[in-house]
C-alpha cells in the first residue's frame, strides 16, 4: 500500500536540517533554482509533456523513483517534471570539462540534480550506489534506472537488482516510472532535441520490504522483478526478457550469469 511505503521510510530516516544544509552549498541551491526557473518552462514548451500521477510521489522523506529507460533526455525529463528535487548519477565528464562549457555543463546538471560517478562495474558501481543510499537516507528523492543503460529496440530489458538493494537497504518506496516519447525527442545517438510530446507516469508506491533483506540474492531479484512489472504496466512497452547490452564473449557471459544478482553488476550513469 502507498501510504504503508511512506510511513516504513519514515521510520528509517529522522530528518536533520543541520546536516542536510551543510550537505547543500548556496551556489547548489542557487544553480537548482535557476535551473528550474530557466529550463522547466522552456521544456514544458518544447516536450508538451503529459504528466500523470504527481501525487504519487511522497512529498518528504526518501523515495527511490525507478524508470524505464529510453533516451538521453529521460534524466531531465524526470527531475524537472517531477513535484520535488530529484537527484540522479551522470557521468564525471559533465563535470570535468574546463572554460565556459565545462561551467556550463556543471552548472546545468548539477542544477537538475545529477551526481557524477565513473561507469564500471564492481567497486564503482558499489560507489555509485552508495552515493544513492546517501542521498536517500538525508531524506532526499533519488532516481534510477533498473535496465542499466538506454534501451535501442524500445523494449523493456529485465532489471538490475541494485533498485532492490537500495530500496531494502534504506527502507524507501519505489515509485515505478514510465518515459513515453522522450526516444522521438531525442533518440539514441542524435545531439540535436526534436519538437515532440512527451508523458511521464507515477505509479503507486511500492513497499520491498516483504521480500526479504538486501543481503538476500532472491529477496533482491525478486523485489527488482516486482518493480519492472510495475513499470511494465504503465509504460505497457514489451518485456525483452533479457539484460540489455549482454557481454559480447562466451567468458564474459559466464561472468555476468555467476553475478546475475549482484547489485554492483552494472550502474551506468547517463
Known amino acids: 500500500m502507498p501510504h504503508a511505503a511512506c510511513n516504513r521510510a519514515s521510520a528509517h530516516y529522522t530528518r536533520n536540517p543541520r546536516h542536510e544544509e551543510a550537505r547543500v552549498s548556496g551556489s547548489t541551491k542557487f544553480a537548482t533554482a535557476l535551473s528550474r526557473a530557466v529550463v522547466t518552462p522552456l521544456a514544458r514548451m518544447l516536450w508538451r509533456p503529459r504528466i500523470v500521477g504527481r501525487r504519487n510521489v511522497p512529498k518528504h522523506g526518501p523515495v527511490i523513483l525507478a524508470s524505464n529507460h529510453r533516451s538521453f533526455i529521460d534524466s531531465p525529463a524526470i527531475t524537472l517534471m517531477a513535484p520535488r528535487k530529484v537527484s540522479f548519477l551522470a557521468k564525471q565528464e559533465y563535470f570535468t570539462g574546463t572554460g565556459v562549457k565545462g561551467a556550463l555543463s556543471r552548472a546545468f546538471f548539477g542544477g537538475i540534480g545529477a551526481i557524477g560517478v565513473e561507469r564500471g562495474a564492481g567497486a564503482a558501481a558499489q560507489h555509485a550506489l552508495d552515493l544513492g543510499l ?7 528523492a533519488f532516481a534510477i534506472y533498473p535496465e542499466g543503460t538506454r534501451s535501442l529496440d524500445g523494449r523493456l530489458y529485465k532489471g538490475r537488482t541494485g533498485v532492490a538493494w537500495l530500496a531494502l537497504t534504506s527502507g524507501a518506496p519505489v515509485v515505478p516510472v514510465a518515459l513515453t516519447g522522450t526516444e522521438d525527442v531525442q533518440p539514441v545517438g542524435s545531439r540535436i532535441p526534436r519538437l515532440a510530446k512527451v508523458t511521464i ?4 508506491p511500492l513497499d520491498l520490504s ?4 538486501a543481503s538476500s540474492g532472491r529477496a533482491r ?9 510495475a513499470i511494465q504496466q504503465l509504460s505497457g512497452q514489451e518485456p525483452a526478457g533479457t539484460y540489455n547490452n549482454p557481454p559480447a564473449t562466451i567468458v564474459e557471459r559466464v561472468k555476468q550469469a555467476f553475478r546475475r544478482d549482484d547489485p554492483t553488476a552494472e550502474v551506468e550513469p547517463d
Request: charged share 40%.
Open 134 to 140: 546517501e542521498r536517500l537516507e538525508a531524506g532526499e
Open 201 to 204: 507516469e507515477f505509479g503507486e
Open 210 to 213: 516483504s521480500f526479504g533483506e
Open 221 to 229: 531479484r525478486h523485489a527488482t522483478d516486482a518493480v519492472m512489472a
